[in-house]
């Protein structure tokens, strides 16, 4: 379960060194904006020789690579594809022809490596007013196995104010989340900007979490326990599920067929979300008998 | 008879300034202070030689010092913690005698029992009267506590006090009184209070640090020591003073109320005091200006003399009543002794302080630190120096796991019961070694430049001069 997606710069030894500590369920190492031009060659020799040596506890590590039209961008997939990450980050996706583009170009990697053909998998960064238009069809594309939002690039696109409550970007959320959901992939929220204002992060996860998003990116790791809690199910849910399905259980033995809890009627998608909500708490460990 | 003196020179005359003698001072005002300076540029000019000082703690302010060894106006330094200048000096074999260092405890046990002997203390007092009734809580240089001066200026043959804020007779309160003093003598400025406040006495940003604070106080919690009246200390490191950060909600959770706060008292400790998260708070010296103002205004805030913090004696002193202790290190060995005196070269960096004195009072010891420092592994086979005694240590606390001490069994289940990252201290080793190599052991000279007590004043170890 990937609550939470740590940014690390690719260029900071001290960094990279500890990316793991802080709890994120996944972090990506970056290589695009985090580094300046005349530091990109350094920044991926690092990040290669950091993720052979290091071992990363995570359950995802992602890699931020840099746009299409870049000339850096062939040479991260060179050094990046044969270290097998769960998924490179591709930047300013803005539609599905970016995404076969860079299929091709992985699929030569892939081969003149040894990795086994179409087996490196994209997090697609959309994050132009494009891409949003676009949004289903690039998380239908190959490769594709998730979409996150980025905001502040976006909303430069669309000159639009950036807000501490995000007006600005609703439209654009539910889309990527909707597109998502559509092709049966992942959808993960844009970083919250303010590295100090931990309740300003704790209310625009919980709004992202509202939405759909399966996890929320984070730039500082003082966000990730707040991105955690926001994303993880509370006791309370776990304690309704639970009821769901005993009612479920018992109604079914009884022979019943519509039945009630707390005076509302359970029906399928209610079962459904109870049921999503278990698997969630037994993936994090959380002790669903006692609660 | 009066016991002001008009100038610094007329004090040190009439206070019997003669070659060969002891002379102590405090070092409230850090990296601020004046008076040790002022003290022994005039000494000099006197014609003075062959001081042994008696520092508390020695910093980069006091760089002329060198100046002072070299003409033979000081011959040797006995003290609790040097760094700067000096200290570098020290390591490169600048004094014929080695450096005596003691802990706080141990150096106030020194001089209560007579087997260090003080000639002259001289006492900076940001507040005096002309009887020599002194505070550290009013005047431009206020420091707060004076808590290192009290042994000095109890047992010294002779005390001067040297002020810059010379008040109406009675000044009050009187931290030191006039039953103790010789002389006082009043100065431009004995210090700058922005030296005060040490740089490492902010709490950290550095995730590093946070997620080791956050560990700490997830130690604490599972010890069983987290009960009402619990009682702590944290150094002046960023990250110890993160661990208060974590403690809050802690205390807050349980319900409880610590009983006291002690140590070189910081805003962070103030803030707990003040919001009710601990009754008490016991200071040997402030680390920063609201401690100062929280000292003076606070009657929960109490100065204490280093003698009661944290001194060996059989009828026990404040260190004895602490249940959990939070300590640095610059390096710490697989059997859990702590340097805090040298760098990984070898270089004289610090001091005990009360490192030693809270470690071999509190009921949980401990240290945290990163794994690695630059490219350093923190843990090492042996440590350069013994500050501290492993059998006082309790807990190794780093980002990437935590080590019990292996006579701490119990303790040692409560926190893998608790689902902490507990490993064997070897394995953290190891885990650095593995990003690090193994580093080589560096080779020291062989002249004995530093000689470290343990607070009892047993020999614990000795540094050496660096390899030239």
């Known amino acids: ?291 | 008879m009066t016991k002001l003196k008009s100038t610094l020179r007329s004090a040190l005359e009439a206070a019997g300034l003669t070659s060969g003698m002891t002379v102590s001072f405090h070092h409230h005002l850090r990296n601020g202070d004046h008076v040790l300076n002022m003290v022994l540029d005039e000494a000099a000019a006197m014609g003075i030689k062959n001081l042994t000082l008696q520092a508390s703690s020695i910093f980069p302010v006091h760089a002329p010092l060198i100046g002072h060894i070299q003409s033979g106006v000081v011959t040797g330094i006995e003290t609790a913690y040097m760094s700067g200048p000096v200290a570098d000096a020290i390591s490169h074999a600048l004094l014929a005698r080695p450096v005596v260092f003691r802990s706080h405890g141990g150096r106030a046990q020194a001089i209560a029992s007579g087997r260090v002997h003080i000639d002259i203390a001289f006492i900076a007092a940001p507040c005096a009267d002309c009887a020599g009734n002194l505070n550290g809580l009013y005047g431009p240089a206020a420091c707060g506590s004076l808590g290192y001066a009290f042994t000095d200026a109890r047992y010294a043959d002779c005390v001067v006090a040297i002020t810059d804020h010379l008040v109406p007779y009675p000044a009050a309160p009187a931290s030191i009184d006039e039953t103790q003093v010789d002389y006082v003598v009043q100065v431009p400025c004995i210090g700058d209070p922005g030296g005060i406040v040490s740089g490492t006495t902010s709490v950290t940003r550095d995730p590093v640090g946070l997620r080791i604070a956050e560990y700490a106080a997830q130690v604490m919690a599972s010890s069983g020591l987290l009960q009402e009246g619990f009682s702590f200390q944290t150094g002046a490191g960023g990250a110890s003073l993160a661990v208060t950060e974590y403690l809050k909600p802690l205390l807050r959770a349980r319900g409880i109320t610590a009983g006291f706060g002690m140590g070189g008292i910081t805003g962070a400790m103030v803030d707990m005091l003040e919001n009710g998260y601990v009754r008490s708070l016991l200071d040997v010296q402030c680390f920063d200006l609201r401690a100062v103002a929280s000292i003076r205004d606070n009657p929960a805030h109490q100065e204490i003399p280093a003698l009661r913090y944290a001194a060996p004696i059989a009828r026990g002193s404040a260190v004895d009543q602490l249940s959990c202790v939070v300590l640095g290190a610059t390096e710490i060995d697989v059997d859990f002794n702590v340097n805090v005196h040298t760098d990984s070269s070898g270089v004289i960096l610090g001091g005990s302080g009360g490192h030693s004195d809270t470690a071999a009072g509190a009921q949980l010891t401990m240290i945290v630190a990163p794994l690695m420092r630059a490219r350093l592994p923190i843990v090492v086979d042996r440590v350069g120096c013994i500050s501290t005694p492993g059998s006082t240590v309790d807990v190794l606390v780093t980002q990437r796991g935590i080590a019990v001490h292996p006579a701490r069994r119990e303790l040692r289940d409560a926190l893998v019961a608790a689902h902490l990252p507990v490993y064997d201290i070897h394995a953290l080793r190891d885990m650095a070694r593995r990003i690090t190599g193994t580093p080589a052991v560096l080779p020291h000279g062989h002249r004995v430049v530093g000689v470290v007590e343990y607070r009892d004043g047993s020999l614990l170890d000795q540094i050496f001069a660096l390899d030239e």
């Open chain 1, 1 to 291: 379960m990937l609550r939470s997606l740590l940014f690390v710069p690719g260029n900071s030894p001290a960094m990279l060194l500890n990316a793991d500590i802080h709890r994120a369920d996944g972090i990506i190492l970056d290589l695009e904006d985090a580094v300046a031009p005349d530091q990109k060659d350094a920044a991926r020799i690092l990040v290669r020789n950091a993720v052979r040596t290091l071992q990363y506890a995570v359950q995802a590590l992602i890699i931020r690579i840099n746009p299409l039209d870049t000339a850096f961008c062939r040479e991260d997939l060179e050094t990046i594809v044969p270290l097998r990450p769960a998924f490179i980050m591709p930047t300013k996706v803005a539609g599905e022809g970016d995404i076969r583009a860079l299929d091709q170009m992985l699929r030569e990697i892939e081969r003149k490596n040894g990795v086994e053909e179409g087996v490196t998998r994209l997090l697609a960064l959309i994050e132009t007013a494009c891409g949003i238009e676009n949004a289903y069809a690039i998380a239908r594309a190959p490769r594709v196995r998730a979409l996150m939002l980025g905001a502040e690039d976006y909303t430069a696109d669309l000159r639009a104010i950036r807000s501490r409550e995000s007006g600005e970007i609703a439209y654009a959320r539910s889309r990527i989340v909707n597109a998502a959901r559509a092709a049966g992939i992942d959808a993960f929220d844009t970083p919250f900007t303010d590295v100090n204002d931990v309740d300003g992060l704790l209310n625009d996860a919980q709004a992202a979490r509202a939405l759909g998003f399966s996890g929320k990116a984070a730039i500082s790791p003082r966000h990730i326990a707040g991105i955690n809690a926001a994303f993880s199910p509370t006791a309370a849910e776990v304690r309704y599920a639970r009821q769901v399905l005993d009612v479920i259980e018992e109604a079914q033995r009884l022979g019943r067929g519509a039945v009630s809890l707390r005076g509302k009627m359970i029906d399928k998608p209610i079962v459904e979300r109870a049921r999503q909500t278990l698997q969630m708490a037994h993936a994090l460990n959380m002790e669903v008998d006692e609660l």
